[in-house]
């Protein structure tokens, strides 16, 4: 087991800000200095500078541009739009950086291939500054389009992978292009690279979140922060998190090596390791 070989780092300091939400489940940064976190309840996206002012707030319910029915997942990694992952309404929204909408992706329809199709997108990533991969939870599986809409390939169902997803709810990449997959069935983090092809499996238990910063994971387990380097193929650091945040967080974002946002359903804030 990893944790005879950790080292247990204290914080510094706890929480520095914090703001109120509904329902948040999903947070990420465009590269740019700014986050946006996505609350599934309120049907909207807050748009917020690192030291949690709030810069925008966007998004309503409904089914017409810039609405939502329940989103589950946001992602502005590519540091030039946002796509949200809106699949109560079987569709993935394209954003611009300041919460406005350009597009949409929605393959239910009977002129979009088959093959390629997904009805309840449940989280995407851009990867290679064009293409849009999408968790399509009925077929448990990964599809990818380029430029966010010509279908190209498809990876992660028992048909293509020697390990095939049960239940993906999360997706980061790293530096070197290759995609994390944390899958609630497995209770494990799974590495393909940017062609489908499986590398590998990260155990850990009862996996909240993670995400990825300087191609390290830092993941979520219990209370504790596990950081884990691919390149050494092994845990490295253990951060225990205050007893405030027990069984509360819902997503994590590593801002950069001083600044860690914490997400809970009705706040975030940020700590310092």
């Known amino acids: 087991m990893p944790y005879k070989i950790l080292i247990i780092f204290f914080f510094i300091c706890n929480i520095s800000h914090s703001q109120s939400f509904s329902n948040a489940i999903s947070i990420t940064g465009d590269g740019k200095g700014f986050i946006y976190v996505l609350d599934k309840s309120k049907n909207e996206i807050t748009k917020l500078d690192s030291n949690l002012n709030i810069i925008k707030k966007s998004g309503d319910y409904g089914w017409a541009s810039g609405q939502f029915i329940s989103p589950t997942y946001i992602d502005a990694s590519s540091g030039l739009d946002i796509f949200v992952s809106d699949g109560n309404n079987y569709r993935v929204q394209r954003l611009d950086l300041n919460l406005a909408f350009i597009s949409e992706l929605k393959t239910n329809t009977i002129t979009f291939n088959p093959e390629f199709q997904f009805n309840t997108p449940v989280a995407t990533l851009i990867v290679n500054s064009n293409n849009l991969f999408v968790i ?7 599809v990818i389009y380029q430029n966010g809409e010509k279908p190209s390939n498809s990876f992660g169902d028992f048909k293509t992978s020697p390990t095939p ?12 292009n290759n995609i994390y997959i944390l899958d609630k069935g497995y209770n494990k983090i799974l590495i393909f690279d940017n062609f489908g092809n499986f590398i590998k499996t990260i155990e850990l238990d009862n996996v909240k979140t993670f995400s990825i910063f300087n191609n390290n994971l ?21 951060i225990s998190l205050p007893e405030n945040y027990q069984n509360k967080i819902t997503d994590l974002l590593i801002y950069n090596s001083e600044k860690y946002f914490i997400l809970e359903k009705n706040k975030l804030s940020y700590i310092k390791p």
Do not use: T
Request: hydrophobic share 30%.
């Open 136 to 142: 399509d939870k009925d077929n448990k599986r990964i």
């Open 165 to 176: 997803l049960i239940e993906p709810v999360k997706l980061l990449k790293d530096n070197n």
């Open 218 to 238: 830092y993941i979520i387990s219990g209370n504790e922060i596990f950081i884990y380097e691919p390149q050494k193929n092994a845990f490295s650091e253990k």
